[in-house]
């Protein structure tokens, strides 16, 4: 039996051993579980906040995407009241050109027929000559 016993006291120190391990081990894994834990609550609190500013930055795209289209419908407008004013702008100046050459015309047929009119008038209304009897020069020798 003290053979027996003595293999029971080995294996008794053994297990020991063992349960110091499993411990160390168990103390391990938990230390190990409890560090991914945080790490977890890290990478939530980090997630979450990303998610946020994703959601913010949505939020700010679609607000300049909102003002961009009122931009061009406010552009839009202006260029018809700007296109409108320039159409009746041209038709001013059409109507301003029309008069410059009316105005040409009339102004060239004045000085035309005020150039032909003392020709005119001299060709219906011949001058009158009148009838001068010259004296003979004589010349006395005295």
Known sequence: MAFGLGKLQ???????IYESLSKEM??????????????????AIILERH??????STKSDNLIIKMIEEMKDGNEKDR????DRISKIQ?????????????????TTLVTV?????????????????????????S???
């Open 10 to 16: 080995g294996l008794e120190a053994k297990l020991d």
């Open 26 to 43: 168990l103390d391990k894994l938990e230390r190990a579980v409890s560090s991914i834990q945080d790490s977890n609550q890290k990478v």
């Open 51 to 56: 998610e946020n500013r994703l959601d913010e």
């Open 80 to 83: 018809e009241v700007i296109h």
């Open 91 to 107: 038709i001013k100046v059409d109507h301003n050109q029309k008069f410059v050459i009316g105005v040409t015309a009339v102004l």
């Open 114 to 138: 005020l150039n032909l009119l003392p020709g005119l008038l001299d060709t219906l209304t011949p001058a009158k000559q009148s009838s001068i009897i010259e004296r003979p020069i004589v």
């Open 140 to 142: 006395r020798i005295v």
